[in-house]
């Protein structure tokens, strides 16, 4: 079986792995296509820590191919896309509605994978490691979606989606007619936009280094487009500031404009990721109007519901998907995405198998 695994020095297509029968609670699914996530590139480069070795990918849909015992919401033959979120369902948290606080679904990676030959075991990602022809999941995990939706965009739904247009949603709960300002309009970034679009939002004020971002940042739902996050600059079109910034990139120096850009009441949403050592700064006196800087995991997501919430969204038209993908390569081709997107030629990179 084809996969991406990363040995803790350097990332590899191999064809030689192994995945064990699913077991209660689990489903096989036939993976179709797999976005390539900036967490991935993360792992490969250290700034998220993950034991090795490991088979990537966590940002994947396909077809269930087989279910362990005491699985009833999906069958072999339906078309799923993958969340992360490994959730138990009976704690505190889960009771609660709040399934990314889940204890039981951080930091507890298993060996599902194999290689042929010396039989090594290998860690799946995000309890997901979507860049494998087959990948076993909790039940949990695995949502129905329309057979009318293309693999190469559902697959995006199941990371990208859910985090940026769920930390508007969900974590933000940002209200029709506030003001949003967008740092970074990378995949996250562009999610962010058009879940701030998608809230009414507005005006929404998209911040990008790079001016090739322009037109699709607008697409999404920017109504301003800013090479800077400069205070002077953004203040221009906000003056009072914003009701709320999305720091996208994960770096420190942004975190503290973010909070600097907040108008009366506003908040900074963190949805970038630093190096897990990173510390940031910000004036205290300035936070006393009630402002708040707010951590945001996963988007604050319930999949089960959010998947299939944002599945009819793009099927009426509403969220933007296809516009996504800006190129699909074979799982062979992983280097090449890669090299592709670290140069921000893409706003999404989907693998296919």
Known sequence: MRGVIFDGKHPQVVNDLELRAPAPGEVLVSIRAAGLCHSDLSVIDGTIPFPPPVVLGHEGAGVVESTGPGVTHVVPGDHVALSTLANCGTCPDCDRGRPTMCRKAIGRPTQPFSRKGDGTKLYNFASNSAFAERTLVKAVQAVKIPTDLPFTSAALIGCGVLTGVGAVLNRARVDRGESVVVIGTGGIGLNVLQ???????????????????????????????????????????????????????????????????????????????????????????????????????????????????????????????????????????????????????????????
Request: aromatic share 6%; glycine share 6%.
């Open 195 to 353: 879940g701030a679009r998608l809230a009414g939002a507005a005006p929404i004020v998209a911040v990008d280094t790079n001016p090739a971002k322009e037109p699709l940042a607008r697409q999404f739902g920017a109504t301003h487009f800013l090479p800077s996050a400069a205070t002077s600059a953004v203040r221009d079109i906000l003056p009072s500031g914003a009701d709320h910034a999305f720091e996208c990139v994960g770096s420190p120096a942004l975190i503290r404009q973010a909070i600097d850009l907040l108008d009366r009441h506003g908040q900074a949403i963190l949805l970038g990721v630093p190096p897990a050592s990173a510390e940031a700064s910000f004036q205290v006196s300035t936070l006393y109007l009630d402002k708040s800087i707010l951590g945001c995991r996963y988007g604050s997501a319930r999949p089960q519901r959010d998947i299939t919430l944002y599945a009819n969204l793009y099927r009426e038209g509403h969220l933007l998907l296809d516009e996504l993908v800006t190129q699909t390569y074979p799982i062979e081709d992983f280097p090449k995405a890669t090299a592709e997107a670290r140069q921000g030629r893409v706003a999404r990179a989907v693998l296919t198998f």
